[in-house]
């Protein structure tokens, strides 16, 4: 969201530098070109974001699998993995 505030609320009146950086993006009306910008990079990161965990989670996967032993799972995963209760039984 803030994202794409960022480019409906840009003005020149608030920062002079985008009257002279960001001069074809940023106009002082409601639907500017850089409210179409920011919208673009929030697409480009939710699709960077996605693809780059799916191959994180194929890589755990093929080397130490994403879930635990069914013995080990069942027994609890505190117990098995450091010892520890983490209720009272």
């Known amino acids: 969201m803030g994202a794409l505030l960022t ?3 840009a003005r020149n009146a608030a920062n002079g530098n985008l009257a002279t950086n960001l001069k074809d993006y940023v106009k002082d009306t409601i639907f500017q070109p850089l409210v179409f910008e920011q919208l673009k990079a929030i697409g480009v990161t939710l699709v960077l974001a996605t693809v780059g965990t799916a191959v994180i989670a194929y890589i755990v996967k093929a080397v130490i699998g994403l879930r635990p032993g ?3 799972e069942s027994s609890g995963l505190d ?4 010892g520890e209760e983490g209720y009272q039984a």
Not at 79 to 82: A, I, N, P, R
């Open 70 to 72: 069914e013995e080990v």
């Open 7 to 9: 480019g409906m609320l």
């Open 79 to 82: 117990l098995t993995e450091h």
